[in-house]
């Protein structure tokens, strides 16, 4: 007699015996664990196949309590929840092994989970590093921490569909402006009509208007401007009183780093030339000693090729590690102390590209039409913005970055304020900003 025919005799001759002693809502307790005590030994030592075979024919016999029943215990045993059930530390060490997304959907599941996941600062932290948010290890607060990074998913998204910045105007020179210089939220503009004004970038409002000569380089800080002339001299104004309070005579040329080919260090505080640098001849990039010496040698001109047929942009970005600077063929990197190429970005896609700064995560470049964010981890372009028509002049700066620190890493904070900002042929300043949250 096969198994079938045995399991399914004994399983009438048990129902079939309703109406009697053994019916099984009237069965004794002792009887009726006596007999389940049988059918279990039995039933363990079946093979699986036989025991799915015994589950099957069961639930055909089964009615609509039973099958609920049956239900209702399946999801208790089937559907465990790790999280709840596995000590807290066990419980990160998993979600460690889990990507950002994946995480952000699992605190969908229940109260639970989200309180685990939430509470996990290892996760959060690492998730906002891959994004290219620098850490502040101090600060263990994993709710901080999973803020930071939906807001850091915000930004890139915002990035690469080019929708981070927003653009506006600063109004106020008569003349073509040629210099350009920031800090700080501040702004400094040098024109043609014999004028520069300070500006607060956030508020576009002039803080400071004073007459100078026309200027072709800025710099400044909080009580004074300097600047360099394309009337050959530099000086320097008060900016509360528009007072001239120093006036450097000695260039032959525009200084806007200066078109006599040679770079000229000053004594502030008495006008005197402390020395004078030679050696230029064209753009070409070289790193000098500064200090009083006297005809002082060039410590290294940089170039990508040895008879120097490639030119090298004139803009350089030096963070007192490494030197950048962009040429035809791309990007090239020395290491300040060996003056050694250690790194090459191409950018052979991209004519004329400018680069405004370089970080370890971004670079920010340019050219004629865009504006340019860089990865430079994978060396991909992740964003660009367009920019309006202009012309680069010759006669000065007419653009510059803004703010830089976010290049090293963006921290949830520093993506705010000046991106970008260059000079318009109506006499205005191009801003382009980083958009609000909101």
């Known amino acids: 007699m096969s198994f079938n025919t045995i399991l399914q005799t004994s399983l009438c001759i048990f129902f079939k015996h309703k109406a009697g002693k053994f019916l099984h809502n009237l069965m004794e307790k002792k009887d009726f664990e006596a007999w389940l005590d049988n059918i279990s030994i039995t039933f363990l030592s079946l093979t699986d196949l036989q025991k799915n075979e015994t589950l099957d024919h069961l639930i055909s016999l089964s009615g609509a309590v039973q099958l609920r029943h049956l239900s209702n215990n399946l999801e208790i045993l089937l559907k465990r929840d790790f999280l709840k059930l596995l000590p807290l530390e066990l419980s990160f060490y998993l979600l460690k092994w889990l990507d950002p997304h994946t995480l952000l959907t699992c605190c969908l599941v229940s109260k639970q989970w989200n309180k685990v996941i939430s509470a996990c600062t290892e996760v959060w932290q690492t998730a906002c590093k ?41 109004i106020g020179h008569s003349a073509r402006v040629y210099a350009l210089y920031y800090r700080d939220g501040l702004l400094c503009t040098g024109s043609d009509d014999l004028s520069a004004k300070l500006w607060d970038v956030s508020t576009g409002q002039c803080i400071y208007g004073i007459q100078t000569h026309t200027c072709a380089t800025v710099k400044f800080d909080e009580q004074k401007l300097v600047t360099g002339s394309f ?109 050694d190429i250690v790194r090459v970005i191409k950018t052979s896609d991209f004519s004329n590209v400018s680069l405004l700064g370089f970080g370890e995560i971004f670079a920010l470049l340019f050219d004629n039409r865009y504006l340019y964010i860089m990865d430079v981890r994978t060396e991909e372009l992740i964003s660009r913005w367009p920019l309006p028509e202009y012309r680069k002049s010759k006669r000065g700066s007419s653009f510059l970055a803004g703010e830089m620190s976010w290049l090293n890493g963006l921290n949830g904070q520093n993506d705010t304020g000046l991106v970008f900002a260059t000079s318009m042929p109506d006499h205005s300043i191009h801003l382009v900003l980083w958009k609000e949250h909101g």
Request: aromatic share 12%; with cysteine; glycine share 6%.
């Open 231 to 339: 009337d050959n001299t530099v000086a320097c104004w008060e900016w509360s009183s528009g007072a001239k309070t120093q006036h450097f005579r000695g260039h032959t040329g525009a200084v806007s780093g200066s078109a006599d080919f040679t770079v000229k260090v000053w004594a502030l505080s008495t006008g005197t030339c402390l020395n004078t640098l030679t050696g230029h001849t064209e753009w070409v990039t070289k790193i000098w000693p500064i200090g009083r010496e006297i005809n002082c040698k060039c410590l290294k001109t940089l170039s990508v090729s040895e008879d120097r047929s490639i030119s090298l942009q004139p803009r350089l970005h030096f963070d007192g590690k490494y030197i950048v600077c962009s040429s035809a063929l791309g990007l090239y990197q020395w290491d300040f102390a060996s003056y």
């Open 130 to 170: 891959n994004l290219g948010w620098q850490i502040d290890d101090s600060v263990q607060d994993p709710l901080h921490w999973k803020k930071v990074y939906l807001k850091a998913i915000l930004r890139m998204k915002q990035l690469k569909d080019h929708e981070a910045f927003e653009t506006s105007s600063l």
